[in-house]
């Protein structure tokens, strides 16, 4: 065994977790992160094939990478989708319709089941070939 968690009435109450020699460790909560339908290569084709390069920046040869912030909602849904490094030209509008626009994800839990709200950060690289 390599951790005990104890609840009431369903709630979370306390727990421990062991070394798989039987020693104790410090307990920590049971996280999954959020994820892709299909996994991180769906998501890349996701991209590849839905991204639109704006007309603006193909003609100004704007190159670079746009940061995103979102949101990944317990129903795995997208929200607050925010601009944290754009390069200008539309492609700061289109890197949010783009995330705007995904499908739900799987939500990141807590404790094995719990679904939570999960912060996310997402670099979306705009080249010119």
Same mark, same amino acid.
């Given at each position: 065994?390599?951790?005990?968690? *104890?609840?009431?009435?369903?709630?979370?109450?306390?727990?421990?977790?062991?070394?798989?020699?039987?020693?104790? *460790?410090?307990?920590?909560?049971? $996280?999954? #992160?959020? $994820?892709?339908?299909?996994?991180?290569? #769906?998501?890349?084709?996701?991209?590849?094939?839905? &991204?639109?390069?704006?007309? =603006? #920046?193909?003609?100004?040869?704007? $190159?670079?990478?746009?940061?995103?912030?979102?949101? &990944?909602? =317990?129903?795995?849904?997208?929200?607050?989708? $925010?601009?944290? =490094?754009?390069?200008?030209?539309?492609?700061?509008?289109?890197?949010?319709?783009?995330?705007?626009?995904?499908?739900?994800?799987?939500?990141? &839990?807590?404790?094995?089941?719990?679904?939570?709200?999960?912060?996310?950060?997402?670099?979306?690289?705009?080249? &010119?070939?």
């Amino acid at each position: 065994m390599k951790r005990i968690e *104890r609840y009431e009435k369903g709630t979370f109450v306390s727990g421990e977790c062991f070394q798989e020699d039987g020693s104790p *460790r410090p307990f920590t909560r049971f $996280q999954q #992160a959020p $994820q892709y339908p299909g996994g991180e290569q #769906a998501l890349f084709n996701y991209i590849s094939t839905n &991204l639109q390069y704006p007309p =603006k #920046a193909r003609k100004r040869n704007i $190159q670079g990478r746009v940061v995103l912030t979102f949101v &990944l909602n =317990k129903d795995g849904s997208v929200s607050d989708v $925010q601009v944290v =490094k754009g390069i200008g030209g539309g492609c700061d509008e289109e890197a949010v319709r783009l995330v705007s626009e995904m499908p739900r994800w799987q939500p990141g &839990l807590i404790d094995d089941d719990r679904p939570v709200k999960v912060g996310y950060t997402l670099p979306l690289r705009f080249r &010119l070939d």
